[in-house]
Structure formats: C-alpha cells, structure tokens
C-alpha cells in the first residue's frame, strides 16, 4: 500500500520549532498524509494547516491529551472516520524535568512517565492492532540521549529513566509486531535547538556541552526529522528494534 494511501500521526507536533512539527513536514514531503495531535489544538491546527498548504496532502489537527485514554479514543475515532488508515506512528509527545532526583517528588516523577511513557502507551495500543492488522506500520519512539548516558545533558533522572523505558518499550514492541509486518524503532537526539532547550541554556552550559560535541554544534530539527521520514518508508521495512543516535557525536558508543 503506497504512503499516499496512508496517515501518519504525530504526537506533540504543535509547537513551532519542534521536531514534531519537523517531522510532520518531513513526512508529507514523502507523501505521507498527517494527522497531528497535541495538548494545543491551536498549536495542532497550525501544524496541520502548513503541512497541508505546503506539500498538498491531506492533513489534520487535532487537540489530544495522550495521558487520558478517553481523549486519545475521541481523537482516534474522529480520525478514523475522517483519514486513511493509520501507516505510521511517531511517539514525539514528550517533556522533560531539571530536577535532581533528591529533590523529585512522587507527583512529578508520575508527571514526566504520563506524558512519555503512559501517554506512549496509549496511542500505540489503540493505532497498533489496526496496522498488525492491515500488514503494515511503522512506529518510531523519540527517545533521547540522557537514556543513554544516563542523563547530563538537560534533563533529570525521572526524565532519563522515562527515555530508558521508552527503549525497552521500541524493542520489545518490535518482537511481537515484527511478524505482522510493524515495525518499531527509537531515535535518540542529543542536544536540539528547539523552543524547549532554546531558553533554557545559559551560554556557559552550551559552551561545556559544544565542547564535547565533534560535530561543533547543536543539532537541528531536521537532523532528526529527516531519520524518523527515513524509518517511515516502505523501503525500511528489514528495520526494527533499533535506536538511532543524532547527537553530533556527543555520546558515541
């Protein structure tokens, strides 16, 4: 089934200079037809309206809360009433928190694993039976670098723990959907110049961090946009299982 016949949702692809919105750009350039879903329906709609005027696919906003399971099944229902079906899923929704972990409290480590884990958990579970059963999908988890190395980079432990759980989540899922035709991968990003780490680094911090970087820089919205199109093809299809390091070099290993 060619792209053209199919949706990609993207999930907290509402901000302006985020990888969702990147990568929601990034697949209707390949033909996808996109389905945006964010906490900002405005920010959603906007997404959509872009996407749609610049590159002529059908495109969609709509305002979900991926945490509650109600709201991902009113999004669900309008978009399978309304888009082709479901080819592609980018789990990108996610936030992040500084707090040392002898600061952390239970309500915001529960805060950081909703949105990127559970929220996760939600939309996979109720777009994933309908690929398995159509023969096709493709689902890609943002992770993150702190998962990795075990944070250092931006955000605390709850937020590298919840990153972590999402790599085990890719894998696993990538074992059971494998013989329907799914595949699952992760992306890793290091350091990326969006609206999140925009003014949250003081130059002292992104000159220590630069410095460990081979590359020289901070990564761009494209750099990690473009591998997430790339893991969305029909041509990709021997890929599962994976994570995949955009991090300039950062953290090689």
Not at 79 to 107: E, K, R, W, Y
Not at 153 to 176: I, N, T, W
Request: net charge negative; glycine share 14%.
């Amino acid at each position: 089934m060619p792209v053209s016949d199919l949706t990609a949702i993207v999930t907290g692809a509402g901000s302006r200079r985020g990888i969702g919105r990147a990568t929601a750009h990034a697949l209707a350039a390949a033909g996808w037809n996109l389905a945006i879903l964010d906490l900002d329906e405005a920010g959603a709609k906007e997404t959509a309206d872009q996407v749609a005027h610049r590159h002529g696919v059908q495109a969609f906003g709509l305002g979900c809360d991926i945490t509650d399971e109600t709201s991902v099944e009113a999004a669900m229902v309008h978009l399978d009433a309304s888009d082709p079906p479901a080819g592609a899923l980018v789990n990108n929704a996610g936030i992040t928190s500084p707090i040392p972990f002898l600061q952390v409290t239970g309500t915001e480590w529960d805060r950081v694993f909703a949105v990127n884990v559970r929220g996760a958990y939600n939309i996979t579970r109720r777009v994933a039976p309908g690929m398995a059963e159509r023969g096709f999908g493709r689902i890609v988890f943002l992770s993150s670098v702190s998962a990795e190395r075990g944070g250092g980079v931006f955000g605390g432990v709850a937020y590298s723990a919840a990153k972590a759980a999402q790599l085990g989540f890719a894998r696993a899922l990538a074992r059971e959907l494998g013989p329907a035709g799914v595949t699952v991968n992760a992306v890793a990003p290091g350091l990326i110049d969006t609206d999140i780490t925009g003014g949250a680094l003081d130059d002292e911090h992104k000159a220590r961090l630069l410095a460990g970087t081979p590359m020289g820089r901070l990564g761009n919205v494209e750099d990690v946009a473009d591998l997430i199109a790339y893991l969305c093809r029909e041509e990709s299809g021997y890929i599962t299982g994976a994570t995949y390091d955009v991090n300039g070099g950062s953290h090689i290993h």
